[in-house]
């Protein structure tokens, strides 16, 4: 164990509270996301609408009786959130030896407003860059890039790209904001310059399908929120599914996505549920794939998980090389500052080899960590 | 295995074609359930309505090659869809003992005006019963349960129970359908009848949350058809979240319930993903149940699977006494006529007593099969 190098595939950053005030261009100053704070805690507002809450996503070290969704202040956050050397200090009291870094705050909120949007999603990218300055060897900084505007995406993942980012995130379901749903022949172009760029493109675990976060919380019948918290990452395979079937996989072969957060035990269920789906149907369907779905998924899919038992137990249907851990630091998933005794539990019945790269060896080799 | 007994947890009926016209009370003589024909096949109309397909509900025995989404007639339709003898002729080809038998035909359509969907489900309901007495030891008919009227519901349970059926199948997603959703506080004297009648209840795939098949397959864009039907079983997750999470499994201790053609590879994964959720957010959520999520399932849930290897090699986790092994006959997923080599497949690995229980001995417990 001690000559693996641990890498978390997943983990996240609150990004400091002035990030989009400092130097802030006139036109934006005041609709720039910013923290207010309140008798309910600290949240983030972007012209003038709240657009996140401080609470589970700075939930790490504390015990869940303590947990909040909303309520806290970045006062009380841990500096690793938006801290590079803080980071790494919790990551050294963790063992974890490199991060993979995905949003905090509101760079995934789609601000109707071009500008506005751009000038958002370009200061936390740039602010990416610098964060994986500080230790490019530890912390692997990814972008966001949004959807509603597909030539406004290809502008933006060229120049993140330009910028020696290591890959990049996307809604999965953008067409719930807005903007075309993923197998849409108008993101062909876009597909082509992933692949052109060589990045691995993410989709993070952002709710159920058609379910709104607010809104859901809202409800007051007891176990509603425990439902959305329970099915969440599953609903990733909608995802998966339409990049295979759809052909976006078959077009673009050396396209690689990693599904974040989402859990792997329920893979090897899916892949064969696909695989099924393409040897009963492919004749009507008048499927445009060539081969089998599962794949596509070994040659081209990864997935990240935090704690995932039957995951790792069938890891060899769900692949060896495709599946990666993660701590979801400083998340309400995260296993910090206990990730040791995770790794533990779950690796003890694991060949140290197969837990190498499940533990760091595959988000290695994906992000290019030398 | 010539000594176990195989059921089939989950196979299908197609209704007589004249079962809602034989004897048709006069008020209903234009809008009763029937079968037209025409260039494009036989479908079902009600009330001036398609309320479905011949097509891949009848494709038992046909190779893929050959399945057709609509465009059959009842003619070309294996007479054991509707007919009890010609119906256990196929089971002895197959050599299947017993099945488990769900809807077919229009049933399940939630017709508006509630006399006519009355009509309509007493009228298939009674059919179940006759059905279920040809071989009472082999065929077991399922009722159906429309929810939009739930003083409508209960009459029909009650009416149900006292016929002799051995179990009844409700819609999962109520709400999309003018019903409401099955958290809502309306629904306990429902669950508490349920107990009192000792009957399972189950919820039949009918496709991902919030997709229409209907739409969906009228969508041109390849490989959208395929992904409705991958994702589809997966989906009923937020079925079994809400009644654990709820709290209507804990308030109602001997409520069982069945997931119906929803496969099985996945649940040992969520059944970790709910006990996780329960772990981490049930402080701040205020949760109503005690127990943790795993236990109300092990205690009360039960899912059906037709093929699925990585369920059957995840048994344990999944729960041995609570899966089924079933064919689908006569829809587009069955294993029939060579269900015998599916068994194999499935279980060459697995000890002679929990195939048992897998193949057939649930069913007979759940069921009451002496």
């Given at each position: 164990m001690a000559t693996d190098r641990i890498v978390s595939a997943d983990s996240h950053v609150n990004p400091p509270r002035d990030l989009w005030l400092r130097d802030c261009p006139a036109q934006f100053k005041d609709r720039a996301p910013r923290v207010e704070s309140g008798p309910m805690g600290d949240f983030w507002v972007t012209d003038q609408q709240?657009?996140?809450?401080?609470?589970l996503d700075s939930?790490?070290?504390?015990?869940p009786e303590d947990f909040?969704?909303?309520?806290?202040t970045y006062k009380e956050m841990r500096p690793g959130a938006y801290d590079p050397k803080a980071r790494l200090e919790d990551m050294d009291v963790d063992g974890v030896d490199a991060e993979v870094l995905y949003f905090g705050g509101p760079v995934t909120q789609q601000a109707a407003d071009p500008a506005l949007r751009t000038y958002v999603v370009q200061r936390y990218n740039d602010w990416m860059v610098e964060l994986s300055k500080a230790a490019p060897t530890r912390l692997v900084g990814l972008a966001h890039i949004p959807l509603l505007d597909l030539d406004e995406a290809q502008r933006e993942l060229r120049r993140v790209a330009k910028m020696g980012l290591r890959g990049f995130h996307l809604d999965p379901f953008p067409d719930e904001r807005g903007g075309k749903p993923l197998?849409?022949?108008?993101?062909e172009p876009f597909w082509s310059l992933v692949e052109e760029t060589g990045l691995p493109m993410s989709f993070h675990?952002?709710?159920?399908?058609?379910?709104?976060v607010t809104e859901t919380f809202a409800n007051?019948?007891?176990?509603i929120k425990e439902t959305f918290i329970a099915i969440a990452p599953i609903s990733i395979c909608e995802t998966v599914s339409t990049l295979i079937f759809t052909g976006i996989l078959a077009r673009h072969p050396k396209l690689r996505f990693v599904l974040v957060?989402?859990?792997?035990?329920w893979i090897p269920y899916f892949l064969e549920r696909m695989d099924q789906t393409f040897n009963k149907h492919r004749f009507w369907t008048k499927?445009?794939?060539?081969?089998?779905p599962s794949t596509y998924w070994y040659r081209q899919g990864y997935a990240t998980f935090i704690q995932d038992l039957a995951g790792v137990a069938e890891r060899h249907r769900a692949g060896l090389r495709n599946i990666m851990w993660s701590?979801?630091?400083?998340?309400?998933?995260?296993?910090?500052?206990k990730s040791r005794e995770a790794l533990a539990n779950h690796f003890k019945d694991v060949p140290a080899d197969e837990r190498a790269l499940i533990t760091g060896g595959n988000a290695a080799a994906l992000y290019g960590l030398s």
């Open positions: 709240i657009t996140g809450a401080i609470g939930s790490a070290g504390r015990k909040k969704p909303t309520g806290l197998w849409d022949s108008a993101y675990i952002v709710g159920p399908r058609k379910a709104n007051p019948t007891p176990g957060e989402c859990g792997i035990g499927s445009v794939i060539t081969e089998k701590t979801d630091y400083p998340h309400s998933d995260s296993t910090w500052p």
